[in-house]
């Protein structure tokens, strides 16, 4: 089946996360209780909520997208080219539009599939999630309600590389190793994206990172179906 797939169909994707806030302090004592309930089996006696506050980011009932990056093959007589874009801000609402109109507007059609590692437990969910907290109307492809497994328009690169064990996870890092890819975690990885958001004021940083493990997600795909990786001249960011 990845044989069969047109890779000019698949929008390839990462989203980086922080929390809400940059402080626990910042939240109504409401939240505090919550987040204390929803993080004590992970923190058990190690952390207070207060500690534990810093990986907010991975949950969207307490976390925010600053950014989303796409990418997409573009193959003309000259060769295969690998376009990458983002969508990006303190404005998550605005950033969220954005990407619904590009999947609205440019991959909107059925064999138009979206592509991210580990985006069926983490990406798509998320940004669904924000999307509804944000009022944004879910675009076609993130709207899964009603529809049975083989309906749903997603690839994801960890359940390819599972090969049906379930328990199993890899980390993109760990791919990109074992795989011979460039690995995108270079600068910072996503344990940092909050320090450099709050603390650094740093998005254009974050943007980066973002995009190369896009780049990172395309080149997995492509390895997985036993093609040649992308060269740097190949992979243009407009």
């Not at 993130?142 to 309600?145: I, R, S």
């Not at 740097?232 to 407009?238: T, Y």
């Given at each position: 089946?990845i044989?069969?797939?047109?890779?000019?169909?698949?929008?390839?994707?990462?989203?980086?996360?922080?929390?809400?806030?940059?402080?626990?302090s910042?939240?109504?004592?409401?939240?505090?209780?919550?987040y204390?309930?929803k993080?004590?089996?992970?923190?058990?006696?190690?952390f207070?909520?207060?500690?534990?506050y810093?990986?907010?980011?991975?949950?969207?009932?307490?976390g925010?997208?600053?950014?989303?990056?796409?990418?997409?093959?573009?193959?003309?007589?000259?060769?295969?080219?690998?376009?990458?874009?983002?969508?990006?801000?303190?404005?998550?609402?605005?950033?969220?539009?954005?990407?619904?109109?590009?999947l609205?507007?440019?991959?909107?059609?059925?064999?138009?599939?979206l592509?991210?590692h580990?985006?069926?437990e983490?990406?798509?969910p998320?940004?669904?999630?924000?999307m509804?907290?944000?009022?944004?109307?879910?675009?076609?492809k993130?709207?899964?309600?009603g529809?049975?497994?083989?309906?749903?328009p997603?690839?994801?690169?960890?359940?390819?590389?599972k090969?049906?064990?379930?328990?199993?996870?890899?980390?993109?890092?760990?791919?990109?190793?074992?795989?011979?890819?460039p690995?995108p975690?270079?600068?910072?990885?996503?344990?940092?994206?909050r320090?450099v958001y709050?603390?650094?004021?740093?998005?254009?940083?974050?943007?980066?990172?973002?995009?190369k493990?896009?780049?990172?997600?395309?080149?997995?795909?492509?390895?997985?179906?036993n093609?040649?990786?992308?060269d740097?001249?190949?992979?243009?960011?407009?």
């Open positions: 089946m044989q069969r797939l047109q890779l000019e169909h698949i929008l390839f994707l990462d989203i980086e996360t922080v929390p809400q806030h940059p402080d626990f910042d939240l109504d004592d409401v939240e505090k209780a919550l204390a309930d993080t004590r089996y992970l923190r058990k006696d190690e207070t909520p207060e500690d534990y810093e990986r907010a980011g991975i949950w969207a009932e307490f925010k997208i600053v950014c989303i990056s796409v990418g997409y093959f573009n193959t003309s007589t000259d060769g295969k080219r690998f376009r990458t874009t983002s969508f990006f801000g303190d404005d998550e609402t605005k950033l969220l539009n954005e990407f619904k109109n590009l609205e507007d440019h991959f909107n059609r059925r064999e138009h599939l592509c991210a580990n985006g069926k983490f990406d798509f998320y940004i669904a999630r924000r509804i907290i944000n009022g944004v109307t879910l675009p076609q993130l709207n899964l309600f529809k049975k497994p083989w309906e749903i997603h690839i994801d690169t960890l359940d390819l590389w090969f049906g064990d379930y328990k199993h996870y890899t980390s993109l890092k760990l791919m990109t190793k074992i795989l011979g890819i690995s975690k270079d600068d910072i990885d996503g344990s940092q994206v320090q709050y603390e650094e004021n740093d998005i254009d940083r974050i943007v980066v990172y973002c995009e493990d896009t780049v990172a997600v395309a080149q997995i795909l492509l390895k997985l179906r093609e040649r990786l992308l740097e001249d190949e992979i243009i960011s407009v």
